[in-house]
């Protein structure tokens, strides 16, 4: 597994939005370069919303793979009765500032720690 930085979560939604774009659309929310990174995956039709929100914090990106495979694991069900049900809006990163900030110790296939303690940002 690796981490993602800002522009793997763009590059990762905009791949799922062309391979699966009858079941999925991203959204750009934010204002300036915010707009290129606070991306949106909104799954289903239902009347019932839920939202998901990954990497809050700069030092926390475990939420921002959390949903994208979130997102996957939903498009490939093979059950897809939930969409008339829900409306599910997965925010990958809520802190693309943060992220990028991080990229010393989250840019590595397999990070070690003493990376984290040199190159981590809260």
């Known amino acids: 597994m690796r981490y993602l930085l800002p522009d793997d979560v763009a590059w990762q939604a905009a791949a799922l939005q062309s391979e699966y774009g009858n079941r999925l659309t991203v959204e750009p929310i934010g204002e300036g370069d915010l707009r290129r990174h606070l991306l949106v995956l909104c799954l289903g039709q239902g009347p ?4 998901v929100k990954g990497n809050a914090h700069a030092d926390e990106p475990t939420g921002t793979v959390s949903c994208l495979e979130f997102a ?3 498009i490939l069900r093979e059950d897809w009765n939930w969409w008339r049900r829900f409306t ?3 925010l990958p ?3 693309p500032r943060g992220l990028a900030r991080n990229h010393g110790w989250l840019g590595s296939t397999s990070p070690r720690m003493d990376d984290w303690f040199l190159h981590v940002h809260r």
């Open 48 to 51: 019932i919303h839920i939202a």
């Open 72 to 74: 996957r694991s939903l």
């Open 88 to 90: 599910i809006h997965l």
């Open 93 to 95: 990163t809520a802190n």
